[in-house]
């Protein structure tokens, strides 16, 4: 039972991070709740099928398989966070005046939406094909499933689910003028730490091979593993031993975005406030 | 008028570029590793089996400063999850299947793995 709580807590608590982070993103943009749980019903679905062809997935491209595909749900978030940073970059503004001139009645920023349902689907696919692989393998070993490892698979996901409601909350919490500040950059840090795990699993592949060398090790201040490191590593990419690549990729992301972000950032005119 | 609005762009790049000079502080300290990347040694071939929940060999040896690729087949009923928080790797392994798990060069140290869904069944590299 505590085995279960704790792989299920583990990987609901990563996926739960960002689907705070979106929730408290998409604040106030009408149809966000459809979009988000339709991202976790993705996401859960996504995984069951993951975890099924597990087995013929890791034998692809010569048993690097798992990896690869790890890498490239990984990228495809990437992109998709740029994209809503920068969209956000140029008609967040607009979005925030119309949303306090129009109340609920907002049909604006469903594109930007939809991109961040893919980054929740993709959060939650990930963590979850572990879980169910993790569940049905205890459940075929034991010879069908028992209470114990229902009731502690449920208990870690509901702790899991109290880490994204904590995430929200805290994130309300911020005063609204800094809220899309504070949220552009939680979301950019988050890309560029996505960017950086792809390069990691492409190094445990062989596939990425230069650079490989540990450019330093903090490991003696926050393990990585560790409750607050797991934190950090999902929310901030924090990794006590990055391989040279994987910090230059982590650079290199950071630097795009807020590059996109300024050359398409709305034209500063001066319009009279919306009263 | 597009002269104007290129001159414009390129302003804002460099201006970008000022402002981020920090992140390229943070790379600068990769720079001199750019140069030893050509080191073309050879890599370091390990293996090792999961059955019933034990590693075998549950302790292996690898020179420093070498990549190392490590053979795990899982011969338990079971499906594994080959993990090592040291080294920084994961790798779900199906029952019967071998995996290859690339490892980069490691300082001479002790380094914990463990099959993470039955912790029961741990083992370690050591690098002289």
Redesign the interface.
Known sequence: MLAALVIVFREVFEAGLIIGIVMAVTTGVAGRAAWISGGVTAGVLGACVVAVFTSGLSQLFGGTGQEVFNAGILGFAVLMLTWHNVWMSRHGRELMAELRAAGEAVVAGSKSLLALAIVVAVAVLREGSEVVLFLFGVAAAQGGGSWALVAGGFAGLLLGSLVCLLTYLGLLSIPSRYLFGVTSALIALLAAGMAAQAIAFLEQANIVTALDQTVWDTSWILRDSSFLGRALHTLIGYVDQPTAMQVVVYALTLSVIAMLMKLFAAPQTHRPRAA | MAEIRLAG?VN??CA?DRR?FL??L??S??LP??V??ARGEDTVALSLTIKDRQFDPAELHAPPGR?I?IHVKNLN???S?FES?DL??E?????G??????V??Q?PGRYNFFD??H?ETQGVLVVP
């Open positions: 762009m804002r790049i970008f981020h992140s390229f943070l790379i300290p990769a590793l750019l030893s990347v990549a690729e009923p079971i499906v999850e928080s920084h790797l790798k779900i392994i199906p029952v299947k071998e995996a290859v798990i690339r980069r060069p300082q993470d869904f912790r």
